[in-house]
């Protein structure tokens, strides 16, 4: 899906990735081939499974690369509700605006369905209380997605992607 954080994504670092198709037949693809675009590539719309993907990482000085991961850490804590489970960033970012901002603006941040809450710290995580089925959170998505787009005209989309009945 492109995955990323800090200005950086897959799409920078992979080389080549090999994967198979539901006929059983293997496949290697460039980085062209992945079609990558914002939280998006091929496997994204096909259902391919993942064998192997080979990356292209810089040589750097262990002392600075390990001081930017405690950083990136640091402002994951600070900014990232990573005390309680969640699947992570719950909404993709507009092209023209934050998806949190958004959704903190429209007075959701803390709102809750059974166990399942918009994050107090982050807007944008759907996490879980303690509790929560797998139908609160779509419960709550939900919810979210229509308050946002009442209020502000918006359709927002999830980043998460669902899977199953």
């Given at each position: 899906?492109n ?10 670092i992979?080389?080549s990735?090999k994967?198979?198709?539901y006929e059983g037949?293997?496949h290697?693809i460039n ?5 990558f675009e914002?939280?998006?590539s ?9 064998l192997?993907?080979?990356?292209k990482?810089k040589?750097g000085?262990?002392?600075?690369i390990e001081s ?22 719950t ?13 903190d ?9 059974c ?6 710290k ?16 779509l419960?709550l ?5 229509k308050?946002v787009?009442q ?10 992607e669902i899977?199953?009945?």
């Amino acid at each position: 899906m492109n995955a990323g954080a800090y200005g950086k994504e897959m799409k920078d670092i992979v080389v080549s990735t090999k994967y198979m198709d539901y006929e059983g037949n293997i496949h290697e693809i460039n980085l062209k081939e992945h079609e990558f675009e914002y939280r998006k590539s091929i496997f994204s719309s096909k259902k391919y499974i993942i064998l192997e993907t080979t990356l292209k990482l810089k040589k750097g000085i262990k002392s600075e690369i390990e001081s930017k991961i405690k950083e990136y850490q640091n402002l994951r804590k600070e900014k990232q509700p990573i005390d309680k489970p969640s699947a992570g960033s719950t909404f993709k970012r507009g092209e023209d605006y934050i998806t949190s901002k958004l959704i903190d603006e429209c007075g959701l941040k803390g709102k809750k369905i059974c166990g399942a809450m918009v994050s107090n710290k982050h807007a944008g995580f759907i996490v879980n209380d303690g509790n929560a089925t797998s139908q609160d959170i779509l419960d709550l998505i939900e919810f979210v997605k229509k308050e946002v787009y009442q209020k502000t005209g918006k359709q927002i989309e999830l980043e998460i992607e669902i899977i199953g009945e």
